[in-house]
């Protein structure tokens, strides 16, 4: 009898044993088969997970059983989750319910258009290109933060960000807001007034400056010349805001090589050759090179530019019309020698 009683908690010990090694292997085992990084969408359900992480794991069953046991099932948050190989089931369902999320480096630079930036943020986060662009050209954002449809592009400043990827459309909006504040900060509010120029006016001339040039050692010399002509009341006579008004006539993937005598004609509030002062706003997206350019200018007496033919890229500058039409006439050969016609 007391044989029989030894064995049978001798079993009972093995079975026990057993049990527990597997409820300790599910639980504490590593799982995870590769380090990489997984994006759960919002709203994402526990099947969702399950098809997402599955091909990460040694063993899914237990994966599913140990998050039961831990309500992740009821807990999931969206974001990109970086999971590494060797993490136990107790270690990814730990991680994924309150673990810190990756942040995703988010960057842009000289889109002209909203639909143009909207469709660029949406390959990083997890907003779509619609609800992006609807945030962004909102009439009441817009006027609360002293933008209207045709300025609000200068909020965006091109640069890299972190975020972290399921934000939504409104909280890059605000995040934008706020890097644009914070940029213009004391000191560029004060050149900007120095110049009589607003933070909105500054990005519209950066815009032209950015457009002008791609040499950015060029680009101070090329504000100066815009500030002068804007100081002593002169027409801009920028060539890009032809360009830009005649791509909102005849549409964005038109292709101008060469502005034309007639094309100086054209009925728009962006034709700056009919129009003193500043456009209506910004014509493209400037990058932080253009803006500080506007900021903090070469100082000349230059009042003309002309494409060099010469250093391809750069421009002649010229103090009088009589010196520009050299340069002009240069310009003009060279551009019939190429067979550019349009």
Not at 200 to 228: H, W
Not at 312 to 325: D, P, Q, S, V, Y
Request: hydrophobic share 35%; with cysteine; aromatic share 12%.
């Amino acid at each position: 009898m007391k044989k029989k009683i030894i064995l049978i908690i001798i079993v009972i010990i093995i079975v026990g044993s057993s049990v527990g090694y597997n409820f300790y292997s599910k639980i504490y085992n590593s799982n995870v088969t590769e380090t990489t990084s997984i994006y759960i969408p919002t709203n994402s359900k526990f099947t969702d997970i399950q098809e997402l992480i599955g091909p990460y794991l040694n063993n899914s069953e237990s994966f599913v059983w140990v998050a039961e046991k831990k309500n992740y099932p009821n807990k999931i948050r969206a974001g990109k989750f970086k999971i590494k190989k060797g993490m136990s089931n107790d270690d990814l369902v730990n991680h994924l319910r309150g673990g810190k999320a990756e942040t995703v480096k988010l960057t842009f630079n000289n889109q002209d258009s909203y639909e143009k930036l909207a469709g660029r943020i949406a390959l990083q986060i997890e907003s779509d290109s619609i609800s992006i662009l609807n945030a962004m050209k909102e009439t009441e954002f817009l006027s609360q933060n002293g933008f209207t449809e045709q300025t609000g592009l200068a909020m965006y400043i091109p640069n890299s960000y972190d975020f972290y990827w399921n934000t939504s459309a409104s909280e890059f909006r605000e995040r934008m807001l706020r890097e644009y504040q914070n940029y213009w900060n004391e000191d560029r509010v004060k050149s900007a007034k120095s110049k009589n120029l607003t933070p909105i006016g500054v990005i519209t001339l950066a815009a032209i400056v950015q457009k002008e040039t791609s040499k950015v050692n060029e680009r101070p010399k090329v504000a100066g010349l815009y500030l002068n002509r804007l100081d002593d009341h002169w027409p801009l006579q920028a060539d890009p805001t032809i360009i830009y008004a005649l791509k909102q006539k005849y549409g964005q993937d038109s292709t101008f090589r060469r502005v034309l005598n007639k094309d100086l004609r054209i009925d728009s509030p962006y034709n700056t050759y009919q129009n003193i002062g500043l456009p209506p706003g910004p014509i493209a997206m400037p990058d932080i090179s253009s803006i500080e350019a506007v900021l903090y200018p070469q100082n000349h007496r230059y009042y003309y530019m002309c494409a060099s033919v010469t250093e391809i890229g750069k421009h002649e500058f010229a103090m009088t019309l009589r010196e520009h039409n050299k340069n002009a006439r240069k310009y003009q050969k060279w551009i019939n020698d190429q067979g550019i016609k349009r």
